[in-house]
């Protein structure tokens, strides 16, 4: 049904970068939203660092690339 048979002549390594370079372009993006958007509704004497989701993006894209790189 699906043909990738296109995707033959990429190598390990260049699918690796491609994917690796993708999360750090999405990191990017997530660095790229203010922070008055993440901490909207609370009050600025309720924030604390652990409640800021872009730590937890970030965090999570950092696992996966790692993963994704060893593997």
Sequence with gaps: MLNFDWLSGVSQE???MIFFSLY?????????????????GIK???RFWY???????LTVLGILAT???IF
């Design 24 to 40: 750090l372009v999405i990191g990017g993006l997530v660095l790229l939203i203010p922070n008055d958007y993440v901490f909207e």
């Design 44 to 46: 600025k004497e309720e």
């Design 51 to 57: 409640m800021n989701l872009k730590i937890w993006a």
């Design 14 to 16: 260049t699918a690796k």
């Design 67 to 69: 993963i994704y790189y």
